[in-house]
């Protein structure tokens, strides 16, 4: 299972390849957890992408092609992945194809969780995340019932810096801009579905799950 998961910040990448990830023997492969965790930790990747990450704009797409690809070749991906966050450039988007063409793998299915600008604003204003685990709550879909605490781990709940509201506009600018283009470039392709959110206003595993045929009406 090799997927890609494409959509707008804020909708809902990471929350739904987490639990895919939990479920199913894939590694989660988040360009932004990567890339910020490289942020913290100061290194020279780090240093490159920082200025880039605060202002809400697009690390380079060379940057981004290197530390890909050097993440997609190691032992963990051999049994599947699914890509939250990358590709978000038609370039990232070739680069990758020739990426795996090289190691004699496609990508499986490309889905597209297609949620409306209003709701991803206000998810993503509400979004906190455990500074520990790395669990996502949200303070007006989805608050974790330990406050301003981690359910799961007792870990302290943080707003990311790119969630600011003017940060988020700025995000969801370069998005229409510079990875929208991607919705048309893969729906040429085999195998690409569109999610919608639910009522409530989520895609859960079991849409995807179902939209891959994964699972039927009656599991
Ligand atoms: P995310 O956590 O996916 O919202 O990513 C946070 C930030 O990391 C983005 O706003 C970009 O600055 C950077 N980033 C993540 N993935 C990519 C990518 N594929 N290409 C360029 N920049 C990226």
């Known amino acids: 299972m090799r997927i890609i998961l494409l959509g707008s910040p804020g909708a ?5 390849a987490a639990e895919i990830s939990k479920k199913y023997p894939v590694a989660h492969i988040s360009t932004g957890d990567i890339l910020r965790e ?6 020279p990747l780090g240093v490159k992408a920082r200025s880039f990450m605060e202002s809400g704009g697009l690390v380079s797409d060379d940057i981004v092609i290197a530390m890909m690809e050097e993440r997609l070749g190691r032992p963990d991906c051999e049994k599947g992945f699914i890509l939250d966050g990358f590709p978000r ?17 496609a990508i499986s299915s490309t889905v597209l969780l297609d949620v409306d600008e209003d709701l991803v604003v206000r998810r993503l204003s509400g979004r906190r995340i455990c500074r520990n685990c790395g669990a996502i709550y949200n303070v007006n879909t989805r608050p974790s019932s330990k406050g301003d605490r981690c359910e ?9 810096d790119d969630d600011r509201e003017d940060i988020v506009r700025q995000r969801l600018g370069v998005y229409y801009r510079e990875t929208a283009p991607l919705i048309s470039y893969f729906e040429k392709k085999r195998s690409f579905l569109r999610l919608k959110p639910n009522e409530k206003g989520d895609i859960v595993l079991e849409d995807f799950e179902k939209a891959l045929g994964w699972r039927n009406d009656n599991a």
């Open 12 to 16: 809902g990448k990471g929350s739904l």
């Open 38 to 43: 490289n942020v913290k930790n100061n290194t």
């Open 89 to 105: 450039t038609v370039s990232q988007a070739e680069a990758l194809e020739e990426i795996l063409e090289k190691a004699g793998m």
């Open 152 to 160: 799961i781990c007792g870990g302290e709940l943080y707003q990311r």
